[in-house]
């Protein structure tokens, strides 16, 4: 049961780390070309809501499994 536990946290950690990225580009805000194109902000803004619902996600099974 630690194990599942362990493996949760491990992903919501990465989840979140991954977030934090994404937090970062909307905050510097570098020119990322694709194929010579710029690429817009909204893609990142999409990528941070989805990775931080997914930790705190996580987060909470393990907080439910630990009681």
């Known amino acids: ?5 362990i493996g949760l946290r ?7 780390l991954m977030a934090l990225a994404q937090l970062g580009r909307l ?7 694709v ?4 690429m817009p902000l909204w893609p990142s803004v999409l990528a941070l809501v989805l ?6 996600w996580m987060w909470s ?6 009681e």
């Open 27 to 33: 905050i510097i805000r570098p020119e990322v070309l």
């Open 1 to 5: 049961m630690k194990s599942r536990i």
């Open 10 to 16: 491990v992903a919501g950690t990465v989840y979140a």
């Open 61 to 66: 099974l393990t907080q439910s499994r630990a």
């Open 35 to 38: 194929n010579g194109y710029p």
């Open 51 to 56: 990775l931080v619902a997914l930790s705190v």
